[in-house]
C-alpha cells in the first residue's frame, strides 16, 4: 500500500494551467498572494503592514463604503437600462407615426 507523501512547502503550491486572459492571470495573481498572506498571518510570520491592511477591509467603514459601490453600480446599471428602454420606445413612437401616415394616405409615394 502506498503512504501519502508528506508535501514539503515549495511542493504544497498548486498547479496551475496558463491563463488565458489579462483579467484571469490578475486573478490568479491576486488568490496567490492572497494564500500567502493567509499563510503567513497563520503562521505568525505576517507584517505589520498585512496585518493592519486585512483589519482596515473587516472595518465597519469597510464594509459600509463597499455596500455604498455596490448600490452605486446597481444605479449605474439601472439608468442605462432605462435609456436603453427609452431608445426603444422612442424607436416604437416613430414607426407608428410612420405607420399611421402610411394608413392615412400620406405617407410617401415610392410604396405604390
Do not use: C, W
Amino acid at each position: 500500500m502506498r503512504k501519502a507523501k508528506v508535501a514539503s512547502s515549495s511542493e504544497s503550491s498548486r498547479k496551475m494551467r496558463p491563463a488565458l486572459t489579462p483579467e484571469a492571470r490578475e486573478n490568479q495573481m491576486i488568490s496567490l498572494a492572497m494564500d500567502l498572506a493567509e499563510q503567513q498571518l497563520r503562521n505568525g510570520t505576517a507584517s505589520s503592514q498585512l496585518i493592519t491592511e486585512f483589519v482596515k477591509r473587516g472595518s465597519t467603514k469597510a464594509r459600509i463604503e463597499q455596500e455604498i459601490l455596490e448600490e452605486q453600480k446597481k444605479l449605474t446599471e439601472a439608468k442605462t437600462e432605462s435609456l436603453q428602454s427609452q431608445k426603444k420606445v422612442e424607436e416604437l413612437y416613430a414607426n407608428a407615426l410612420s405607420a399611421m401616415r402610411n394608413y392615412s394616405g400620406h405617407g410617401d409615394s415610392d410604396d405604390y
